[in-house]
């Protein structure tokens, strides 16, 4: 229930910054980090936050101690590993903010570390790159069939005995154009 609480405050305090410019994104992870660590205690988290901009299909991403995102590109699942510590977790730390290039079919998959974390039957880790096979291998599907297929895969081979042991979070972004136009 604590961790809820703090996620919607951590939510509501990013959106009252409204950062739209990748300065004002640094900016406001800047800021959530002097807040965290004046609260003190276990008041740290991870995060990703960004900008997107279909029209110029593109995003900037900040990362802060989170699981690293996946750009799927054709065949390939390419990790950005670019970021810094988790927000709170330091005092006056300044996260950089990359421009992800999500043209030609791209996708961008954020998730939470219980997904790479969840073991199957035997114990055994579904693992990063668990992850970075099952996105490929589903990436040419439609995007939201793409997320019901991994979401099919963790449910059937991981989820254990007594269910998936943290939470699973799962965004998938793909720019698309409608009707020619971006």
């Not at 992870?29 to 990703?48: C, H, I, P, W």
């Not at 730390?93 to 043209?103: A, C, E, G, Q, W």
């Not at 998938?172 to 971006?182: F, K, V």
Request: net charge negative.
């Amino acid at each position: 229930m604590q961790a809820a609480l703090r996620s919607f405050l951590i939510h509501h305090q990013l959106s009252a910054l409204a950062p739209a410019t990748p300065e004002e994104l640094t900016a406001a992870a800047l800021q959530l980090n002097e807040l965290a660590v004046r609260d003190g205690g276990d008041s740290y988290f991870t995060m990703v936050c960004g900008i997107l901009d279909c029209r110029d299909q593109s995003a900037w991403l900040l990362r802060a101690g989170h699981p690293f995102p996946l750009i799927l590109d054709g065949d390939a699942a390419i990790e950005l590993d670019d970021g810094g510590p988790p927000i709170g977790l330091l005092p006056s730390i300044s996260h950089p903010v990359n421009r992800v290039d999500l043209s030609g079919g791209r996708r961008l998959l954020l998730y939470s570390d219980g997904i790479p974390d969840c073991a199957d039957q035997s114990g055994q880790h579904l693992g990063q790159a668990g992850l970075q096979a099952l996105a490929v291998a589903n990436g040419h599907k439609p995007l939201g069939e793409f997320v019901a297929s991994l979401e099919r895969h963790l449910v059937s081979n991981y989820r254990g005995a007594r269910g998936f042991e943290d939470d699973l979070s799962l965004l998938a972004i793909e720019c698309t154009r409608l009707n020619g136009e971006r």
